[in-house]
């Protein structure tokens, strides 16, 4: 930047002094002028310097914009990763020190303090503290994270990993009569690690407890006693009790709308996969020597044109691969972005597409002014058309008047969100309706233009479904609302806040967007467990969806334990055998007969298991 010219005239000038060849690349100076460059001496601030001087300078914001694009976290010098400082590592508990132990996986450390034998006084002395020790790593194991260590970054764990350490810590506490309330607790779950969820949550419930569980998993469901089933739809259709009883009861009930998709005699029997003859197959990408995180230096190859589902327990290497390898592996090959990938040897293949596309749960907006109609591009023509009626002419309104991201229309208090946040200094800060506009967004004026009889607020607080009645004279509106009916959207509001969403609400929305343009062709779509959050219906839909992407011309790579999905996979990649350092291999690789005949494939014996055969 033209900021630092300074302190680039000072690093060639002190280069030359030094006799350094500014010409040679970084990587073939010698050891001695590298350092010289790095630390500086008392002529020159060298880089460490420089950045030194700039965390002085953090209040600034391009100063922070600066850093971060240079800086990036790397091994500590000082305590080499262990957090503490020297003398800490001086004390010993049977020739091992706390950084040593806490690398060890929690079934090396169960299995350490199992064999522990200690003096009197030691036992006097750590008596009680070993109890808990032991104690709390048997429930580690208990949950089925013993391939963790320690020293594990908690924001490098997986959603159903961390879920089971909450667990584990509950348990830990020994509570009774208190209320647990879980929202989806089998979220990234296996169908294997959600027998070992049910078995904590009913020893939880033995110890006193109350649980209350929002979950679609048919395995909870089916261990439940009580349940209450919400509905009828979605939206502004649900909201009511649809049943509320005993769960043998359950499944005489003629309302509910789940029941069908449990009775294993009305499940849909297993579609004809496309086929695929991988040796001979000429659209593939071929991803090698993979060996980030836990996989072992695996070869695998991705079929286009059709349905992949890599699928394996919890922990066995799925996301690595998928999320943080092959995607950024690929987007980097077709200059899309560059992000940090996990360690491969070769990639071939990619020039069977043009993009790649990875959905994930991420909100489509964090701001309030965005929402569904304005992420597809729809609320364009809507302003087009409030603009063009004969009141907003006589005034001389544009369609930027209708727009709530700019000053002209929106209400100037709230800024076109509706309400106002106040900041509650210590505490969580306050939302009320804005008192200006009443959270209409807009002001009162811009209000009396009418379209058949609706304002731009009241138009914006349709349903999709209502939408599409109203503007059914105008395609370029209807079409994109009639992919949110295909992907099950069609109780949302045309503008609810995209900060409102749910996770699975939000991934649906971007595979709309991808359904109402018309660019699948030679598009490669990851997605990260879509079915998170969705009901049995939705996850019908969203099989519909992606069937209908890949007719298109698309392909599309799924991760996933949902054996809805997996059993319409035209091709599964299944990881294991189990999770950490036993997993990172490719259990079978092919179609889904394949996969239910391989006896060490875990996921394969369970889709056996839920299909009946």
Sequence with gaps: MPSAEQDKKSLLTFAKKQKINTQEPWKDLPKAQRDLIWNGNKDFFGVVGLFKYLEQMKYKMHVRVFISRYRSPSLCPECHGSRLRKEVQTIFVHRKTIMQLTSLTIEDLCSFFEKLQLTTYESDVAGEVLKQIRARLSFLMRVGVHYLSLDRETRTLSGGEYQRLILANQLGMGLSQALYVLDEPTVGLHPRDNDRLISILKDLRNLGNTLVVVEHDHDVIRNSENIIEMGPGSGYLGGEVVYAGRTENFYESKESITVPYLLPQKRQPLREGRPVEIENYRYKIELKGCKGHNLKNIDVEFPLNRLVVVS???????????????????????????????????????????????????????????????????????????????????????????????????????????????????????????????????????LEVLFQNKNVY????????????????????????????????????????????????????????????????????????????????????????????????????????????????????????????????????????????????????????????
């Design 312 to 446: 394996g327990v919890s922990g066995s290497g799925k996301s690595t691969l998928v999320s943080k390898t092959l995607y950024p592996a690929l987007a980097r090959k077709l200059d899309l972005e560059y992000e940090p990938v996990q360690e491969y040897s070769k990639i071939t293949g990619f020039d069977s597409i043009n993009n790649v596309l990875l959905i994930d749960q991420s909100p489509i907006g964090k701001s309030a002014r965005s929402s569904p109609i304005t992420y597809l591009k729809a609320f364009d023509a809507i302003r087009s058309l409030m603009a063009s009626t004969p009141e907003s002419k006589q005034r001389g309104y544009t369609p930027g008047t209708f727009s709530l991201n700019v000053d002209g229309g929106r209400c100037p208090a709230c800024k076109g969100t509706g309400y106002e946040e106040i900041d509650m200094q210590f505490m969580d800060n306050v939302i009320l309706p804005c008192d200006v506009c009443d959270g209409k967004k807009y002001r009162p004026e811009i």
């Design 458 to 613: 009241q138009i914006l607080m349709l349903t999709v479904a209502e939408a599409m009645n109203f503007f059914v004279a105008h395609p370029n509106i209807r079409k994109p609302l009639s992919v949110l009916k295909e992907v099950g959207l069609d109780y949302l509001a045309l503008g609810q806040p995209a900060n409102s969403l749910s996770g699975g609400e939000s991934q649906r929305l971007k595979i709309a967007k991808e359904l109402s343009q018309v660019t699948q062709k030679a598009t490669l779509y990851i997605l990260d467990e879509p079915t998170t959050g969705l009901h049995f219906k939705e996850v019908e839909l969203l099989m519909k969806v992606l069937h209908k992407l890949i007719e298109a011309g698309g392909s599309v790579i799924v991760v996933e334990h949902n054996l809805d999905v997996i059993k319409s996979a035209d091709y599964v990649i299944d990881m294991g055998p189990e999770a950490g350092k036993s997993g990172g291999y490719v259990v079978v690789a092919g179609t889904v007969e394949k996969l239910m005949a391989a006896k060490k494939s875990l996921t394969g014996q369970y889709l056996k298991k839920y299909l009946g055969k």
